[in-house]
């Protein structure tokens, strides 16, 4: 299911870039004094009262200015406006009242997107009431905040879930279906494979990197199986992200994985992995997705007899944390092993809605540990007192233990390992949770 999507919009140098970087977590964002420092969106996953969500920083908005940097910035907060769910509008209670605030706030009120004016750098009662001109906005919400104190931010976000849509209600007609994102570099192909997965031609295919520029759903029934494919835009580096209508391309392309079960990876045979695979991949793994490593272009590699053994050696070398994805070799051309793609998605999204019954599972992590004893600290030996799973998509286990520090990366890895051996789970990362004693009740 996606994540809501928040957008942090405003004039420049009213703090909207230290209020993402503490509900990012970290300093994601450069912050100074200069005004126009932050010149493109970020984005960060951010979660409060358990809603998990994506934070959009953009930079200020400036009305009366031809500037092309002001203007492509100004275009990149309206892309983000156009995306988001809600929008968090920051104006500044020391400066009070500026006419780009009116300009900007008058634009969000022809959006018709949920608005929360967030008056920021409110450190005094006296600030706080300067700042009650901004009611005369026009939205519904104000509230008084100051990010250097850390002050008001609760109250902020409380406002920010409570727009979201009901969770309860997203999906429920949507339980058969297999939604599958097909991400990817520009250019190495997977427009051609969406077509050919679909038996149309839906997307358009070119040899200029870029041109899906939307995140596309095609909804196919494969012998029974409701399949949703969703072709999305190649996401670039960010210093080749120049266009602003390709930056929200990369948005759209995030979304859709967050809102698929399966991620078919596609990478060019022919150039291999890049650094930008790694990373495109690696946002698939932390999603909890399951992923497939898909190999196009396969018609254009020169093989032998040892080329797929060698190629998927070099595959498991550079994503070392993928181990678990099948890779099928494909040719979007020839039409080669795409036949094989809906069997191994449907095979790929039911491991990573396993569910494993405790009994069974305690089972084998006692005969794992009988096999490999835990390890022990200053004479405290670890032990693992029961284990279940708590979610699926991907699957959860939660260990109790006597002492979750001893509780080493390695040893996990080995309980990981031990819990593919028994029950499979290929194709689908393994989340695995550390809680001590006072944690169990």
């Not at 005004?35 to 400036?62: K, N, Q, S």
């Not at 727009?163 to 570099?185: M, N, Y």
């Not at 997965?197 to 196919?220: C, F, H, K, M, Y």
Request: contains cysteine; charged residues 25%; negative net charge.
């Amino acid at each position: 299911m996606a994540k809501p999507i928040v957008a942090i919009v405003g004039r420049p140098n009213v703090g909207k870039s230290t209020l993402f970087n503490i509900f990012a977590n970290s300093r994601i964002s450069i912050v100074e004094d200069t005004p126009g420092v932050t010149r493109d969106r970020l984005y960060a996953t951010a979660e409060w009262l358990d809603h998990e969500f994506m934070m959009v920083d953009t930079g200020g908005i400036e009305i009366e200015t031809d500037d092309a940097i002001v203007v492509s910035i100004r275009e990149q907060a309206q892309i983000a406006i156009k995306e988001a769910d809600v929008i968090v509008f920051v104006v500044d209670c020391r400066a009070g009242m500026m006419k780009d605030d009116e300009e900007v706030g008058r634009m969000l009120l022809k959006s018709g997107k949920p608005v929360i004016v967030c008056a920021n750098k409110a450190d005094s009662p006296k600030q706080e009431m300067e700042g009650a001109e901004f009611w005369g906005l026009g939205f519904d919400t104000v509230c008084f905040v100051s990010a250097s104190n850390h002050t008001g931010l609760g109250d902020l976000l409380d406002e920010v879930v409570a727009h979201f849509p009901d969770q309860s209600t997203l999906g429920q007609d949507e339980e058969d279906e297999i939604k599958v994102a097909l991400i990817g570099r520009p250019n190495v192909g997977k427009s051609s494979i969406f077509n050919a997965l679909i038996g149309q031609e839906r997307s358009i295919v070119s040899n200029v990197a870029g041109t899906t520029r939307d995140a596309i759903d095609t909804p196919v029934t494969r012998e029974g199986q409701k399949f949703v494919f969703i072709d999305t835009a190649g996401m670039r580096r960010k210093g080749k992200i120049d266009e602003p209508i390709e930056r929200y391309s990369v948005m759209r392309s995030l979304r859709a994985v967050d809102r698929s079960d399966v991620v078919l990876m596609v990478f060019d045979a022919v150039e291999g992995v890049t650094e930008q695979d790694k990373k495109i991949a690696g946002y698939a793994h932390e999603a909890g997705k399951g992923v497939i490593l898909v190999v196009n272009k396969w018609d254009l590699y020169e093989k032998d007899n040892t080329s797929t053994l060698r190629y998927t050696e070099m595959l498991r070398k550079e994503l070392v944390f993928m181990q678990y994805a099948p890779v099928v070799y494909v040719s979007a051309v020839t039409k080669q092993r795409i036949h094989r793609l809906p069997e191994v998605i449907k095979y790929v999204a039911e491991q990573n809605a396993m569910r494993i019954s405790t009994s069974i599972l305690n089972q084998v992590i006692e005969d794992a540990t009988a096999i490999n004893p835990p390890p022990s600290d200053k004479g405290v030996r670890l032990k693992i007192k029961y284990v279940t799973q708590v979610k699926i998509k991907p699957p959860t286990f939660v260990f109790f233990v006597n002492e979750p520090e001893i509780m080493h990366f390695s040893y996990q890895r080995y309980m990981e390992n031990k819990l593919r051996e028994s029950f499979g789970f290929e194709g689908t990362p393994i989340q695995i949770i550390v809680r001590g004693k006072q944690d169990e009740e």
